[in-house]
């Protein structure tokens, strides 16, 4: 997608840290941008200094928790700007402890925010951005942790495995009908925010690379050098293990 101007886009989270940023970019490229959050205030303070911007703006607070409130935001970001063309599911938390001693109320807390969320938000806004019959792009925000499991935190990473695996699938369900949407899944490291104060990637960077991830159609959005030790150590014994497989005989040619 290389022409951005007057595209409209739909962000989560985007009241502080990387959905600020992204809705901050958005705006620099002259695209009309919904903003929302579950946080009323924060997301009201994030409106007035987006303003000043310049831009075409509009914000709704939404619980990305709830199905149906997804769904009147993706109906308000229509209504307001008559179409929708990219939406960024973004909003996230994370919460500690070890895996079998967090209550599974910590559980859900986090997966129905970081996977129920993204999955509530392609629900509404896929449909929406396929009945524009433009072309479009799905932004989904994982984490080094859907490639690099840390401990300590495993709803997190659970949540941001299963982002990982929507986004592909979902990449892989638009191409089958030949839809011109394209599909990233974001994954940061150590961004300065607040779920992560001591960050040391500023949030602006994230937004950068997201802009080009819709322009050039990146599937999977690294946004810093962290912990490349630790994915390519990951990815790469995944790999090696196909060859310890015992008691299987390919006959396949």
């Known amino acids: 997608m290389d022409d951005l101007i007057g595209r409209t886009a739909v962000i989560t989270g985007a009241a502080s840290g990387i959905g600020f940023a992204i809705a901050e970019a958005f705006l620099a490229e002259r695209m009309r941008v919904v903003i929302s959050d579950v946080n009323e205030s924060a997301l009201a303070v994030a409106a007035d200094r987006l303003h000043t911007l310049g831009g075409e703006l ?69 449909p929406r951005i396929l009945s524009s019959g433009a072309e479009g792009h799905v932004v989904n925000t994982a984490s080094l942790a859907a490639v690099s499991p840390v401990a300590g935190i495993a709803p997190y990473t659970v949540a941001k495995h299963g982002v990982l695996g929507l986004s592909d699938v979902l990449r892989l369900d638009l191409q089958a009908i030949g839809a011109p949407i394209g599909v990233s899944v974001v994954m940061p490291g150590r961004i300065r925010t607040g779920m992560n104060p001591l960050g040391t990637v500023d949030p602006a960077a994230v937004a950068r690379n997201v802009v080009d991830a819709i322009r050039r159609d990146r599937h999977y959005v690294f946004t810093d050098d962290h912990s490349r030790t630790a994915v390519d150590h990951r990815l790469s014994e995944i790999m090696a293990s196909r060859d310890e497989v015992i008691g299987h005989s390919d006959t396949s040619g």
């Open 58 to 126: 509009a914000s709704l607070s939404a619980d990305v928790r709830s199905q149906e409130a997804v769904d009147r935001l993706a109906t308000a970001a229509v209504d307001r700007f008559g179409a929708l063309h990219i939406a960024v599911n973004n909003a996230g938390i994370v919460n500690g402890g070890k895996a079998w001693e967090l209550s599974l109320d910590d559980w859900r807390a986090v997966l129905d925010i970081n996977l129920w969320g993204v999955i509530h938000g392609v629900r509404s806004f896929v």
